[in-house]
């Protein structure tokens, strides 16, 4: 009987670790800066190590204050420690956010083999390790921030469960975590905080650990609010704007589209998902469903798998919960549910869930996906994820052309063939339908992940302009050439202009600018070299 293997924990972790180095690692230090976070980020970085100063963030001569409050200050650290060793490079811009995902791939393997057993488990992190969005798209192959709070999320969630059903564990380290994840991202550490309380009102069994959650709560908050209390000394008129910034985006409406609020954001996040998270996007309805009938008394399973089963939909909807309900708007955001999805869809498939009594509903309904699964076709040949910034990069599904078949004809005509066709293996199968079907349905859907995530490999060598400029700026100082100064530089975001050249150049905004008073300027003029750097960039 075929089934999806069942792997001891150590084989599993050096098969999803090799799978890493084609899906996450190949290739990150060879194309050019790709969005304006990982260039700022960076470049933050880079010019704590050149003043001296680790406790300012200071970028293109300017302090963000907002930043110093949001995003900081553990991640600028860790990157000023890589940068000293590797020097400046998109390597050192990258591999942080890639060993972070690498991470979140293991521990989300870790999550579901205690909540499903080692075949579930396998199935979660090969899912993971082929979701094109939580690899591309401001994530895991650029320098961002989303793959490591994926990593902090999904191990708070795992911590969490496990405290739960066993009472000798203490909560310090899952409240390190959160102290981590607090000084990394700052709002981002209301999902888990909120989900858990959500998580202890809805199971009574949990309960007896809230005062423990509590007190090592308030045990850790004095040295998990340091940073953001010296910052609120350092900068106490501006304490007050930052506040009320964030106020307005937890509390305000942002349009998207043609509607704003909550139905927009909606229709926003459905679409970047339909195109990110697809073919999975597929079965995570089914696998969303199958858990929430597992978490129920009436399941059958045992009280922990139930707990967990809760717990993994309460951080998945509190997720989805909190990016639908604040106005600030991102595509990168839906990343940091992707751990909890491919541990769904990892539970569905290896957790013997699918069409366990081999009902003819359940496979008319994969006839309907699977046939989905031909006639939707997300852009794969062509896609560069490395030409543009995650926030304009298009994100577009399209169904298939066929021709003489429209969609509409095409979708049941297609999804009535394949249901006749699991009856008949479901006559000829019988007891091994179930299993077999879920190898079937897990080789098709990761082949199909696999080849999306690799095709953008094609890719690795792009270059911006301004990556152009830069790499043409370096082959002339390198063989003595002199730079024809001024230098115009490529239209893009100032980050981006200051990653490449605030440090070793004297920069201008160009007179053809011409911009609205709320947009930053896009177009800029190298006039020289700064003291002191031409000699430092000269062999």
Not at 8 to 24: D, E, G, M, N, Y
Not at 85 to 97: D, N, P
Not at 372 to 380: C, G, K, R, Y
């Amino acid at each position: 009987m075929l089934s999806i293997p069942s792997l001891k924990p150590l084989t599993a972790a050096v098969i999803l670790c090799s799978l890493a180095i084609p899906f996450i690692f190949l290739g990150i230090g060879q194309y050019g800066v790709v969005g304006t976070d990982e260039a700022f980020y960076q470049d933050i970085a880079l010019g704590m190590l050149a003043s001296g100063n680790f406790l300012e963030l200071r970028s293109g001569g300017a302090v963000y204050v907002y930043d110093t409050f949001a995003n900081a200050p553990l991640q600028y650290w860790a990157r000023a420690g890589v940068a000293s060793v590797l020097g400046k490079s998109m390597l050192s811009m990258r591999i942080l956010s890639a060993l972070s995902a690498l991470l979140a791939v293991l521990v989300t393997y870790r999550l579901v083999l205690y909540l499903g057993g080692r075949r579930a488990g396998l199935a979660a992190g090969v899912v993971l390790i082929t979701s094109f969005q939580f690899l591309y798209l401001h994530s895991a192959r650029t320098g961002e921030l989303e793959p490591t709070v994926c990593l902090l999320l999904v191990s708070c969630a795992l911590l969490f469960i496990r405290t739960i059903d066993e009472p000798s564990r203490h909560w310090w380290p899952h409240h390190l975590l959160l102290a981590v994840l607090f000084n990394l991202k700052a709002p981002i550490v209301v999902i888990p905080v909120a989900a858990e309380l959500i998580a202890f009102a809805v199971i009574a069994s949990a309960r007896p650990r809230l005062a423990g959650w509590l007190g090592w709560g308030c045990a850790v908050l004095p040295v998990a609010v340091l940073w953001h209390g010296y910052q609120a000394f350092q900068y106490p008129d501006q304490v007050r704007s930052v506040f009320t910034a964030v106020g307005h985006q937890m509390a305000g409406d942002f349009a998207v589209g043609p509607r704003g609020g909550i139905l927009g954001r909606t229709l926003y996040y459905g679409q970047r998902i339909i195109f990110g998270g697809f073919p999975y996007v597929l079965i995570y309805p089914l696998a969303l469903i199958a858990a929430g009938r597992a978490s129920l008394p009436t399941s059958g399973a045992d009280s922990q798998k139930r707990r967990g089963n809760l717990v993994l939909l309460v951080y998945l909807l509190t997720i989805f919960a909190f990016y639908l309900g604040i106005s600030k708007v991102g595509p990168w955001y839906i990343v940091h549910a992707y751990p909890f999805l491919a541990a769904l869809v990892g539970l569905y498939l290896g957790g013997r869930q699918v069409s366990r009594d081999h009902s003819w509903h359940q496979l008319a309904v994969w006839g309907v996906v699977l046939s989905l699964l031909f006639w939707v076709t997300p852009e794969i040949a062509g896609y560069n994820p490395f030409s543009a910034d995650a926030y304009v990069i298009p994100m577009l599904t399209s169904w298939r052309s066929v021709p003489d078949i429209s969609p509409e004809w095409g979708v049941p005509a297609l999804a009535l063939v394949i249901f006749a066709g699991l009856m008949v293996w479901k006559r000829s199968a019988k007891e091994g339908l179930s299993e077999s079907l879920a190898l079937m349905l897990f080789v098709l859907f990761t082949g199909y992940g696999a080849i999306r995530c690799l095709a953008p490999l094609a890719y690795i060598h792009h270059l911006s302009p301004i990556a152009a400029l830069d790499a043409d700026l370096q082959e002339r100082v390198a063989v003595g050439s002199p730079l024809p100064f001024p230098v115009d530089v490529p239209r893009t975001h100032p980050w981006i202009v200051n990653y490449y050249f605030n440090q070793d150049f004297k920069l201008r905004i160009s007179a053809k600018e011409e911009r609205a008073a709320y947009r930053k300027p896009m177009e800029y003029v190298l006039l020289g070299w700064k003291p002191g750097r031409k000699e430092q960039a000269t062999p």
